[in-house]
């Protein structure tokens, strides 16, 4: 979960949504409110599955570890592969745009030719 959250394009999207949503919440004044109970809410069902869950997940130890370490050599294969994970999302979008442009224009000489 970790490696995830550390590639570029998951933290870039994780912070672009955070950024929005705290807007957002300071812009409506209801919406606050309502996002407010539902975090809280969110963090008593957290706390609550945590408790419950840790003596299972103790026991489970020695396989989440094998399984962490088989994912994080896929991951790792992932990002040779696809190196689009470590660009910002803003980079993603810019580089979509100018690709989406460029094809058109040529599109459009194409067809005027």
């Not at 989440?64 to 994912?71: G, I, K, L, N, T």
């Not at 660009?87 to 979008?93: C, F």
């Amino acid at each position: 979960v970790n490696q995830v959250a550390n590639l570029t394009l998951v933290s870039s999207a994780c912070d672009t949504v955070s950024t929005v949503y705290a807007s957002t919440k300071e812009s409506h004044p209801y919406i606050k409110s309502v996002c407010d109970a539902a975090e809280k809410g969110v963090r008593s069902v957290t706390e609550a599955a945590a408790s419950c869950v840790q003596p299972v997940l103790t026991s489970l130890e020695p396989h989440v570890a094998a399984a962490s370490e088989y994912a994080s050599k896929g991951l790792d294969k992932l990002g040779e592969k696809l190196p689009l994970l470590q660009k910002p999302v803003e980079q993603i979008i810019s580089d979509t745009k100018d690709l989406v442009s460029t094809r058109v224009a040529d599109a459009k000489g194409a067809v005027s030719s």
